[in-house]
């Protein structure tokens, strides 16, 4: 009976507009203004109808909102009981997480990470410490700077600005409004091992997917984006790259910031000043008020043995004259400058007390060598007194047919002048500096360089160190991916203390 009332219900409905049609147009009226006329009062009906499900709706999330927030806080209850951090299946079975709580609010991974007072990361959930900064200059000290560190790494940025401090000759406390953007868990695991943080805990971000609001009311970018869609060892697919997001993202948010930072620092591999990515963001800075200053320097400048040419940009907020984009320059800037260095060797920078274990992990295979000689393939050797070498990079000590492109080798043994099993060893060249160019015969006594010799090179500190259990693979990885400290130092130092004000206290809102 129900299914009759039903359906006597929905013929009733169905007929209700024509015959009303019918009594305002007759039986005789044309069929195109009683189709007219129907089309009008549907119309009608979906309109209320919409105001209908708009009322449900209002109410509905009137409810589902307070049932958040009770939610919450039986969340923050339970953490609080286990010390400040639980695990995501604690926390279900705590609260209570049903099947009703998953068809209105979805998983529960989803729902704590969309709410700002708590985070999720590893399975592991904990109360959050959201920043606050306010509309206006920040108030304070060095200490007090805005800084968005995106791309964090391993903190190369950040150890480059301690540096900074000291080479302006100023005291640094404990940095309190640093914040480290970084996607990579492992990455962030030796970030956090060696430099405290103001929010704990470090957690992924993701800079592709962040809004407006992530961005904004910082005094200070600094940023080393990822270089494999422009390094010539990689496809260079630029911006066709799904690594070219997250800097794509940064220039179409740029224009929606209402307190855009003060200055901005970027580096990245030197053939990055060429591709579409650079010039869609620097032409954003632009339009956006900024002066955009562009370098290309190597550490070898700075009396370093090694050439690591890279791109870097300075860009400054201006309030008054006019924005610009100027040339590509090659000296550092400043009023003092650097001074021309006295050129250290390599054997400054390695260490000396390898145990003999240490050291025969160290060496190149003979198979390996065997199979470059093969091909007359040459490699770059460099020796203790060596003042130069080439760049290290992240894939530097893997075992594969193109390890002589990621870094040079160092020669520990005396340089073998005949071939080895018939091997033809074709040519060698002095390219400069100590550094040689050539086929490398199999039984040769040549070595990588070790993870704490490539530290050393970069210019971190003597306290930097990674955690337990990270791999030489993925040290050479995460080094080969970081920044030269020393070169960033002095570009921060000219930033931060003579180009811009950051770098004076200043009264807090002004």
């Known amino acids: 009976s129900g299914a009759i009332a039903a359906h006597q219900l929905a013929a009733g409905l169905l007929r209700w507009p024509r015959l009303l049609c019918q009594r305002r147009l007759g039986p005789s009226g044309h069929r195109g203004s009683r189709l007219a006329a129907a089309a009008a009062l549907a119309a009608v009906a979906r309109r209320l109808g919409r105001r209908r499900l708009a009322a449900r709706k209002a109410v509905a999330t009137a409810s589902s909102q307070a049932e958040s927030l009770e939610l919450v806080r039986r969340i923050q209850n339970t953490l609080e009981q286990y010390g400040g951090r639980a695990s995501l299946s604690v926390i279900g079975n705590d609260i209570g997480w049903g099947e009703e709580h998953r068809l209105r609010h979805g998983r529960l991974m989803a729902f704590i990470k969309g709410r700002p007072e708590l985070w999720v990361s590893a399975g592991e959930v904990g109360v959050a410490t959201p920043r606050t900064w306010e509309t206006g200059r920040r108030g304070g000290g060095l200490e007090t700077l805005r800084t968005l560190e995106l791309f964090a790494g391993i903190g190369g940025l950040r150890a480059a600005f301690q540096k900074a401090a000291t080479l302006a000759k100023t005291s640094l406390k404990p940095l309190q409004e640093w914040i480290p953007l970084e996607a990579s868990p492992a990455t962030q695991h030796v970030y956090e091992f060696n430099f405290e943080l103001s929010y704990k805990p470090l957690l992924p971000r993701n800079i592709s997917i962040m809004k407006p609001a992530d961005l904004d009311h910082a005094d200070l970018w600094v940023m080393s984006p990822p270089c494999q869609p422009y390094t010539k060892l990689g496809k260079q697919l630029d911006t066709e790259d799904r690594r070219a997001t997250p800097l794509g993202n940064l220039e ?7 307190h855009p930072p003060t200055a901005i620092f970027l580096e990245n591999v030197s053939a990055f000043e060429h591709s579409e990515s650079w010039e869609r963001f620097s032409n954003t800075l632009v339009e956006c008020g900024y002066e955009v200053r562009q370098f290309q320097l190597s550490p070898q400048q700075l009396g370093i043995p090694n050439r690591r040419p890279r791109f870097y940009s300075l860009a400054r907020l201006r309030s008054g004259g006019r924005p610009a ?34 050291l025969q992990a160290l060496v190149v295979p003979d198979d390996i060598l065997r199979k470059l000689a093969e091909r007359g393939q040459p490699w770059e050797v460099v020796h203790p007194s060596s003042t130069s070498s080439s760049t290290f990079t992240s894939g530097y000590g893997v075992d594969c047919r193109d390890c002589h492109r990621f870094g040079p080798v160092l020669q520990v043994g005396p ?16 390219v400069d500096e100590g550094r040689f160019y050539r086929v490398i015969a199999p039984g040769e006594q040549v070595r990588f360089f070790s993870p704490l010799e490539l530290v050393r090179i970069a210019g971190f500190p003597s306290s930097f160190c990674f955690p337990k259990g990270t791999t030489a693979r993925q040290r050479y990885r995460l080094l080969g991916d970081s920044v030269n400290v020393d070169v960033v130092a002095h570009l921060l130092r000219y930033l931060v203390f003579e180009w811009t004000s950051l770098g004076l206290p200043h009264e807090a809102g002004t």
């Open 415 to 430: 340089e073998t002048s005949s071939s080895a099993d018939h091997i033809e060893l074709p040519w060698r060249s002095n």
């Open 325 to 358: 984009l100027c040339d590509l320059e090659t000296q550092f800037p400043g009023t003092d400058g650097v001074q021309t260095p006295r050129a250290r060797t390599l054997s400054e920078y390695l260490e000396e007390d390898l145990s003999a274990e240490a």
């Open 252 to 258: 179409q948010m740029m224009p929606k910031l209402t």
